[in-house]
């Protein structure tokens, strides 16, 4: 019975974080860019279930022969036949082919992890997974045609501005975002 009231708060908490920043209107939040050191101790700490799951999906990666390309401060690996991006933590995995603009995003959700930490499943992950794919089958089966408008709610906008001020701030000035 205690679990289940944990649960439940944590699951009222994360409606509520989700529905300040939705409530506001905010199209992206500028969060704080970290140093390298402090943002991998977050990362590891109050950003720890995610980073592990990335962890374990990186190890799964290198054991399959894949290499891993450094850009800011994540690891990203290059996967043939995706036509999505997935950012676990310091690890993210976008398709082979995807430009500078889809890696910033990506870098970004993990600085929404770094910061958001436990609460990223449920603020973050789960409205983005949800928001893609309903996109995804929108355009891809029915054939209607969607504004060009991905950054339009917070996390999706807040991830790309973020991502290209950690990868500006890491020197990367020549990136085409």
């Known amino acids: 019975m205690e679990v289940l009231c944990v649960l439940c708060g944590y699951f009222s908490l994360c409606f509520v974080i989700y529905s300040v920043f939705e409530g506001v209107g905010l199209k992206s939040l500028r969060l704080p860019i970290p140093p390298a050191a402090v943002y991998y101790a977050l990362s ?4 720890m279930p995610v980073t592990l799951a990335g962890c374990v999906a990186a190890l799964v990666m290198k054991s399959a022969g894949r290499i891993p390309e450094k850009r800011g401060y994540n690891w990203f690996f290059r996967l043939k036949k995706a036509h999505w991006g997935l950012d676990l933590g310091l690890f ?4 082979e082919n995807c430009g500078d603009r889809m890696i910033a995003h990506e870098h970004g959700h993990g600085i929404q992890n770094a910061w958001i930490g436990p609460f990223m499943l449920f603020t973050v992950i789960i409205p983005s997974a949800v928001r893609f794919w309903y996109r995804f089958f929108r355009t891809g089966i029915r ?3 969607l504004k060009n408008d991905y950054d339009s709610i917070w996390f999706e906008g807040s991830a790309t501005l973020n991502g290209k001020r950690v990868l500006e701030k890491c020197g990367e000035k020549n990136a085409s975002f």
């Open 44 to 47: 590891f700490l109050w950003g």
């Open 143 to 145: 054939k209607k045609p």
């Open 92 to 95: 993210a995995f976008v398709p």
